[in-house]
């Protein structure tokens, strides 16, 4: 159960900020998850939404390290709703279930691709100490540029923070999601 009554509807929030839940709609279908917290501060919800679509359609960065990075950084914040909500987008944008497996059991990612594998290590890395080593760090840079690095590096941070918003105001996973382990 939230700690805080989650936002459904325009009737949660003032008039003036009633586009901005249109805008949540538009992006999701309906308010879930983060955004039924975050709405309860209209204004910064409305700064946060543009990341969605962004990492949803504008990236550089690829759906296979997209979703390493997002689900590597998830699983490590812990964030049983994110991880179910990115869990079934990973599935969708092909993602393979061993990878998905691998990430949920924190396991050793050197059975990935070369570049999944130094992503994960990459993100691990961030989440655990707020740094990353130069090695795993100049490979990403040297495959991939530096603007890659910055939005792989930036997504996996906002889907660390929207961890931080569902922990911290226990917002219950889907029943039908995927699963984190006990």
């Not at 359609?57 to 964030?79: C, H, K, M, Q, Y």
């Amino acid at each position: 159960m939230p700690r805080v009554a989650p936002i459904t509807g325009k009737a949660d929030v003032p008039a003036e900020h009633h586009a901005v839940v249109d805008d949540v709609i538009g992006v999701f279908g309906r308010i879930r998850g983060p955004f039924s917290v975050l709405l309860h501060s209209p204004k910064m919800a409305s700064k946060l939404l543009p990341m969605v679509t962004f990492n949803r359609d504008e990236t550089i960065v690829e759906p296979n390290p997209r979703f390493a990075a997002i689900l590597s950084a998830v699983r490590e914040r812990e964030g049983a709703y994110v991880w179910a909500a990115q869990v079934a987008a990973a599935q969708r944008a092909g993602v393979p279930e061993a990878t998905i497996d691998l990430l949920r059991a924190k396991g050793d990612p050197s059975s990935l691709p070369a570049d999944e594998a130094d992503v994960v290590t990459f993100v691990r890395q961030l989440m655990r100490t707020n740094r990353t080593d130069k090695a795993v760090f100049d490979r990403l840079k040297e495959r991939h540029g530096v603007q890659w690095l910055v939005e792989m590096t930036a997504i996996a941070n906002y889907y660390a923070m929207l961890c931080g918003v569902v922990n911290a105001f226990e917002v219950d996973a889907p029943p039908d999601g995927d699963k984190l382990p006990a």
